[in-house]
């Protein structure tokens, strides 16, 4: 008797490891995200590799080091002897959302370099969490004294007075001033492993869809509808790539489906439109 193996493609490995929200690997899901690039990608290679400077950093660290220290540290090391910062010279570069990526040539954007620094911080015991903060990735710790935010692409810790600057242009192309203004503390919320998955590949949605690489843009769709089955403006957006690309069947599919979940959704009409476009033209 034979038996057969039939190994998973990224996609399946990929909804195995957020189908949960009680255990989700946000580290493995993140250096997953690669795997539509890098088909050969190792990713358990790839955890190893952060475990060794996990275990390096550790190995510097004094056993009775109060949580401050450690984080000092942790910052020494990962800012300053591994040089880890923003990209700023191509910061609209898919690579820098992919940790294998990251990883190699120390550059990135502020959630990618927050998600291994994270995986660093709670290496050391730190309880450290990501903050879905508007246009900025942040990352925060909570110490005995008190909270710290810290831009994951410096290591700057940042005062109320700072954030609330760097807050301001979003309240105000959004409408949340005056009578509508809402408390600091909402923006520091920590993010869910979930959230900081899906923020991750928004980004790179938005880099495929600026240069209208929509065979990339539908790889990563397929990733955000296994995370979000149901945000439907996800698979309203997969509908357009398909419809871009060509695919009329599984672009009137998607666009279907948005329309049987959002009847109030402001685009109803013009997507009812868009359908009728592709049946006929498909004839």
Known sequence: MSLSYSVPTALEYFAALVQSDEHFPLLEAAASLAQDEYIDLDVQQLLGDVDQLAARLQRRMPADAPALQRLRMLNQFFFADLDFAGNVNNYYDPENSYLNAVLRTRRGIPISLA???????????????????????????????????MDPVSGQSLSREELSERLEPYKRQSGLVDDYDVPLGLYLQAATPRDIIARMLRNLKEVHRTQEDWQRLIAVQDRLIVLLPQAWSEWRDRGLAHAERGNTAQAVADLQAYLAHVEDALDVDAIAERISTLRSAGR
């Open 115 to 149: 998600v291994l620094w994270m995986e660093l911080a709670q290496g050391l015991g730190l309880h450290a969490r990501g903050i879905a903060f508007p246009g900025h990735f942040m990352v925060k710790v909570l110490l005995p004294k008190g909270q710290v935010v």
